[in-house]
């Protein structure tokens, strides 16, 4: 598997995209907190991922975090919230203090879906964050273990098919883009799968970099 490795263009709207976020942060503060603002950053920065280290979305997050910290002066925290679908991280990221030093990667089961499929949630996705940017783009491939008999995209239909129920696939939880793609897939080919949920680790997992020496 090839490394990430971000390009300058991509570091450059990093660090704009978490000066943003500062500013956009701040805008519904004190007084003396926008004066704080003005110093930013004088001190770590919080990037909550609500999945666990190691997926994809960690690993851009750890690579960014990683790069940005000596342009930023500041060491970048990754901080691993996993668990229900994002909520866990979603919910400690909108009761955080408002001080533009805590983010969050937030994906479409935190901003569209979580909103859609639950009555009530400790968020409001609508007025609990400030958008800053887009960080990356997923693709999401089906994969399955070699032994498995369906070896193309049509063989996995047509093994459902004759199959209803019997093929499981697994997603990080309930309402996660993975499970909803999943859903999507069946309901459009007309086959029966069972959803089988893994779960994730929920002990926080932190990683921090260190900033430039000045």
């Known amino acids: 598997m090839t490394p ?17 976020f500062a500013a956009t ?4 503060v004190s007084a ?7 110093a930013w950053p004088s001190q770590p920065i919080r990037w909550v ?23 930023l002066g500041k060491q970048v925290v990754v901080d691993n919230r996993p668990g229900a679908a994002t909520i866990v991280g979603a919910d400690a990221v909108a009761h955080a203090k408002p001080d533009g030093y805590t983010v969050l990667t937030a994906d479409t089961a935190t901003l569209a879906a979580n909103p859609s499929l639950y009555k009530k949630l400790p968020y409001n996705a609508e ?3 400030a958008h800053v ?18 070896k193309t995209l049509r063989e996995v239909i047509e093994y459902a098919q004759k199959n209803p129920g019997k093929v499981n696939f697994a997603s990080p939880g309930p309402g996660s883009p993975h499970h909803l793609a999943m859903e999507l897939f069946m309901d459009q080919t007309h086959i029966k799968m069972t959803h089988v949920p893994t779960r994730a680790r929920r002990r926080p997992c932190r990683t ?3 900033a430039r020496s000045t």
């Open 127 to 129: 007025k609990d964050f």
């Open 4 to 20: 990430f490795r971000p390009s300058r263009a991509t570091l450059r709207a990093a660090c704009r995209t978490l000066a943003a």
């Open 25 to 28: 942060a701040t805008l519904a």
């Open 133 to 150: 940017g887009m960080v990356a783009r997923f693709p999401l491939v089906l994969v399955a273990t070699p032994n498995f008999p369906a």
């Open 32 to 38: 003396a907190a926008l004066r704080v603002r003005n």
């Open 49 to 71: 991922v609500p999945y666990p280290a190691g997926g994809g979305t960690d690993v851009v997050a750890r690579t960014l975090g990683q790069a940005i910290s000596p342009a």
């Open 208 to 210: 921090c970099w260190p």
